[in-house]
Nanobody, 115 residues
């Protein structure tokens, strides 16, 4: 079974940037979809960005224009570039990969935006 490990989270000031990485232990070339979700304290997990082969990436309205999802098949890694970060972006960020109809999750990485 493929495992996912997120990294790149941390503490950043408002207006700053981070790049999250999601490394898969196996090939993600056949993945139906890949995405990033986040969950803030006391809130439900929400979809942030998705990328599907052959289609334009999609983003939630709250991050559109600031976040960029990408993937590197050679490295079996999905990325989330986050610019112009706001305190409302504070959350645990999770990577999700749908592989052969099975949704896989990583353990999450904490992003805190604060001055």
């Amino acid at each position: 079974q493929v495992h996912l490990v997120e990294s790149g989270g941390g503490l950043v000031q408002p207006g700053g940037s981070l790049r999250l990485s999601c490394a898969a232990s196996g090939s993600i070339f056949s993945a139906n979809a890949m995405g990033w979700y986040r969950q803030a304290p006391g809130k439900e997990r929400e979809l942030v960005a998705t990328i599907t082969s052959g289609r334009t990436p999609t983003y939630s309205d709250s991050v559109k224009g600031r976040f960029t999802i990408s993937r590197d098949y050679a490295k079996n890694t999905v990325y989330l570039r986050m610019n112009s970060l706001k305190p409302d972006d504070t959350a645990v960020y999770y990577c999700n990969v749908v592989l052969y109809g099975v949704g896989l999750w990583g353990q999450g990485t904490q992003v805190t935006v604060s001055s």
